[in-house]
């Protein structure tokens, strides 16, 4: 049953019907996010709009096509909103659009959040590739985070796509050999048929990660290896590192003095807890009671 709604869910994110402003996806030179841009196009019954960093000529199943090599931020924005209201949308579209960016590598860490920021909207679903093995550029400020930590933090869905390794060839030894720009030749590699891992964060905050086999030739699905998925604990430090210049861990000392801290109503709870909740009052040597007096009674 875990294994058929991790599937269920994969299929709802791949159509858009989950409510998700920015989907992120990873790739390397082992295996492009092609074949995944091509099954979210194959899925979406919405207005594409495709920008484009590094593609030189417009996908079949964009409706919209902008070079955005050479031109600003501000002015993709301006596109964009030029062709995303009322106006603009045919009735096919149903008002909603998916807005596909070929990669995010282009756009400085600084300028990113707010990229995004100006064209979010509640109609717009961001579908967006970033290359792990591309050299990224040198922050002006070292205590910046990188756009890769950027992105990460703020997408919903995480789609990270490997290939699939030959037994000849191990993983760690395939991903030292690409870092070396030493790509062997293999049918495995950049092909239609992938590994996707797949991390979807809830509402709550919590985080599931869930890998699967992707046949996009089949547009076939299925769990790899394990259907368990792995949950994020949120209150994980280690989610916050690098992403801002506070320190917003805590040391064993403040934990243990935390945990020290006694709560206030502790004794009414463990003393009445059964039959709904109580004051506790200690009179202190300086209250005037009167014993006879009814509405005295602090109880």
Do not use: W
Request: aromatic share 10%; with cysteine.
């Amino acid at each position: 049953m875990a294994s058929q709604n991790s599937v269920v869910l994969l299929t709802r994110l791949l159509s858009l019907k989950e409510n998700s402003p920015l989907l992120l996806v990873l790739d390397s030179l082992a295996q492009s996010s092609y074949h995944l841009i091509q099954e979210f196009a194959y899925k979406s019954k919405n207005n594409i709009i495709y920008l484009s960093f590094e593609t030189l000529n417009k996908p079949a199943y964009a409706n919209e096509f902008l070079d955005c090599s050479v031109i600003s931020t501000a002015e993709i924005t301006k596109f964009i909103k030029s062709k995303t209201t009322p106006q603009t949308t045919s009735s096919t579209a149903q008002g909603k659009h998916l807005i596909i960016i070929d990669s995010f590598n282009y756009i400085p860490s600084t300028d990113i959040t707010n990229f995004i920021a100006s064209i979010s909207e509640p109609s717009i679903t961001i579908v967006g590739t970033f290359h792990i093995n591309c050299p990224q550029p040198h922050n002006t400020s070292s205590y910046y985070p990188s756009a890769l930590s950027l992105l990460s933090f703020i997408a919903s869905s995480i789609f990270e796509v490997e290939a699939f390794h030959e037994h000849s060839i191990g993983e760690e030894q395939l991903s030292n050999r690409i870092r070396k720009l030493d790509i062997p030749i293999s049918s495995a590699l950049n092909s239609d048929v992938f590994k996707l891992t797949l991390t979807n964060r809830r509402k709550s905050g919590r985080s599931l990660i869930y890998t699967y086999k992707v046949d996009c030739k089949n547009h076939v699905y299925e769990v790899h290896k394990s259907n368990q998925a792995e949950e994020i604990d949120p209150e994980d430090e280690s989610l916050l590192k690098d992403l801002t210049t506070f320190n917003l861990t805590t040391s064993n000392k403040q934990k243990l003095a935390r945990e020290q801290v006694e709560l206030p109503y502790m004794e009414a709870q463990e003393a009445l807890g059964s039959s709904g909740g109580a004051i506790v009052y200690e009179f202190e040597k300086d209250d005037d009671y009167d014993e006879e007096d009814p509405y005295e009674d602090p109880f």
